[in-house]
């Protein structure tokens, strides 16, 4: 085993030639970031897990009143223990050939299986105070994380001139301020990647996983290694857009549609100046082509960059849903609307589906005893 540790915990693995941990060693006054420190990350994230649902109720829950948060009465599925038993624990979304199976065992119409099922998946379907209260408590963290990142970077020179976080690299000392940027930072994405089951499940749930995992490895990575200076400007960069959207979100769920739109256009414009411009051609230009001129390459120079390239590709990805919901209200169109979010099934969507049901309406046919008025006049959602 002390084998082992001293084969992963080489100083070629970790640093380039002629640096090491020993470069680390307290002396004179200066103090270096330690392995132990991210222990307390841990207690952190737990204080954001506890006093979450505190705020949510006593601060966002409120807040949501105050604007207007509220949600369309949602019709509850009839009690039926099959379809309940079938939905639980096989499938929510049962194939033509299962509901078939299902109308036989419970002598209900197929009409009334896909119905039921509709309703059934509805009711599990997070509501929008649900949804502000989450927005509400990460705009909260991402707007006090943004100006605090700037208090702490404002005065330092590799703020201004990016290649300065390289300056008498890794014998950089750890400043208090960076030191509780860093672990309050680290705490709170442990703390997302431990709710991320009981939060709201979007589309993207395994891009942001992919992200929350990228992103503790590489804050962790870069405290180990002292690449401080260049990490506290990639966590600045990343809070600077995320306060918008979780704002954005808020005002859509109050339904204020031209502030939720003039403010999501702010965002986008944020987004893609910080994620597409600022972290690729300065950011990660500086921690990927630039040492290349003052060091030899090593693993840990690798690892480091290949995080980097991964979050970089998922900002493309995310990039490409922000620009597309952006093109939907420019000529004028509705609210916008989050592509990542599972909309709610409406009473009509069965019948839009139902190639059965679509061709009575189109005859003339009969609808619930009555023969419709204005079939042009249908409600379309």
């Known amino acids: 085993m002390s084998q082992l540790r001293e084969m992963i915990w080489a100083d070629w693995i970790w640093f380039p030639e002629g640096h090491g941990w020993a470069d680390l060693t307290d002396h004179d006054g200066k103090v270096f970031p330690k392995m132990q420190d991210l222990w307390a990350t841990f207690p952190i994230a737990l204080c954001f897990l506890v006093i979450r649902p505190i705020f949510e109720r ?7 009143s ?9 019709i509850c599925a009839p009690s039926n223990p099959t379809l309940e038993t079938y939905y639980c624990s096989t499938s929510k979304h049962p194939t033509q050939s299962s509901m078939e199976s299902l109308s036989k065992q419970t002598d209900c119409s197929v009409r009334q299986i896909q119905r039921w099922f509709r309703r059934r998946r509805n009711q599990d379907r997070p509501n929008k105070l649900k949804k502000f209260q989450e927005a509400s408590w990460r705009f909260t963290f991402y707007l006090l994380a943004f100006f605090a990142g700037l208090a702490v970077l404002i005065d330092k020179p590799w703020f201004y001139d990016v290649k300065q976080v ?6 950089m000392p750890l400043l208090p301020s960076q030191y509780w940027y860093y672990v309050i930072e680290l705490g709170f994405y442990i703390s997302l990647l431990v709710s991320v089951a009981s939060d709201i499940k979007r589309k993207d749930f395994k891009e942001q996983i992919v992200h929350h995992v990228a992103t503790i490895l590489l804050i962790s990575f870069s405290w180990l290694v002292n690449y401080i200076r260049a990490g506290t400007l990639i966590m600045l960069v990343h809070d600077a857009s995320d306060y918008l959207m979780e704002s954005a979100k808020m005002f859509n769920y109050a339904g ?24 690729p051609f300065w950011i990660i230009h500086t921690t990927l082509v630039y040492p290349l001129t003052l060091y030899t390459l090593f693993p840990g120079f690798y690892f480091f960059n290949g995080l980097m390239v991964v979050l970089q590709i998922l900002h493309i990805f995310w990039a490409a849903l922000i620009l597309r919901m952006v093109v939907k209200f420019l000529p004028g169109n509705d609210i916008v609307e989050d592509e990542r979010s599972d909309k709610e099934e409406t009473e009509s969507e069965d019948e839009e589906h139902d190639p059965e049901q679509r061709g009575k309406s189109k005859n003339g046919h009969m609808q619930n005893g009555h023969t419709p008025l204005n079939n042009n006049h249908r409600k379309r959602h």
Do not use: H, Q, Y
């Open 58 to 64: 006593i601060v966002a829950s409120p807040l949501a």
């Open 256 to 279: 204020w549609r031209k502030t939720c739109n003039f403010i999501f256009t702010a965002f986008a414009a944020m987004f893609i100046v910080t994620r597409l411009i600022i972290l």
């Open 166 to 171: 390289w300056e008498d690299f890794p014998k």
């Open 66 to 74: 105050l604007l207007g948060v509220s949600d369309k009465p949602r």
